[in-house]
């Protein structure tokens, strides 16, 4: 059940704001917020049964938050995302289409735990307990070509997250964050999103974040923060991830610069299993809306999709 149900959404979010910002009394909120005494009451309470810590003698003011949550990644959050929590799901993606079906915008849901987390191509997502998985749902102005740029900012957005957090991390074309110690995938993006030929009607860009959980819990071949760097606080993480996100959407020329400083593709020998083919050679750059430009032997060859491995130099 999410956290918001029976209340006010706006006067939620607005007693949020206003108590991240500093103390204020019942009544300078009540004034602040247009709304009465008894409604900030009724939202101080439901935010202490969140776990939120609020001594009021002198003003409200927030004396510790809990670790995660819906209200715990709001809470001095500077993104326009609704959020909300699950302690398990089948699937963040799944529950986010349905919102995303039934009108929604802006939305980030979190579970602490997948039980049908999906990858590309219908791949399964290994999801244990600790880590990251987070959807978020857009309805943004775009055509159905530029979306790739969304996973592209996605993948800037966690890999800046995960340097704040100690791990040295980098881009592999076009979706996957990797440790550049170790080699292990720390991250896995999956978008799906819904419209016609010149119009998208709503976009889920999922993340997948192996945080604090043990690689013994994860498929061969990955690794996580807690492996790289130690635990990670996720209501931090999860909102600089957020901030980075919303901060790159809608610009694709600052997506794109970011990416190619993040990469570790680029200039790479890469092998590239597409649709149509396998193409094997150097990966020079990357165009909009997310195309690998690959140097063969013949040819310059551009890539939309596919799985991306790097070769040794030969
Ligand atoms: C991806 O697919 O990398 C996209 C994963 C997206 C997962 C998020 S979690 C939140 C949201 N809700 C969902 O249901 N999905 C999204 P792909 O490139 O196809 O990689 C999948 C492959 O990576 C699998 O076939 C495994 O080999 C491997 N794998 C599975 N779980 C993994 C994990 N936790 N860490 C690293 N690799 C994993």
Redesign the pocket.
Known sequence: MSEREGVDEDTRRAVLDALATGPATGPELAERLGVSRAAVWKRIEALRDAGFEIRGDDGYRVTSVPAYGAAAVEFGLEAPYRVEYHDA??????R?RELAKAGEDRVAVL?DE?T??????D??????SG?????VVLRPEITPREAPLLTLAAAVATTRALREAGVDAGIKWP??VLSRETG???????TEMEGEADRVSWV?V?????AN?DPA????????VRAEAGDVDRRVFVQRVLEEFDALRGEPDAILDAWRELAITLGERVRVETPTGEVIGRALDVEAPGRLVVETDEDEVRVHAG?CEHLRPV
């Not at 799901?89 to 799944?94: E, G, H, I, Q």
């Not at 049908?116 to 191509?121: I, K, P, S």
């Not at 292990?184 to 999956?190: A, F, H, P, S, T």
């Open positions: 799901l089948p699937s963040t993606n799944a986010a579970a997948q049908g987390g999906r990858g590309r191509l791949r399964g997502w290994n999801s244990p880590g990251i998985y987070l959807s979706n996957d292990g995938k720390l991250v896995g993006i999956l889920v999922g993340f997948g974040v192996n959980v819990d994860l498929p061969e071949g990955a690794t996580s799985d």
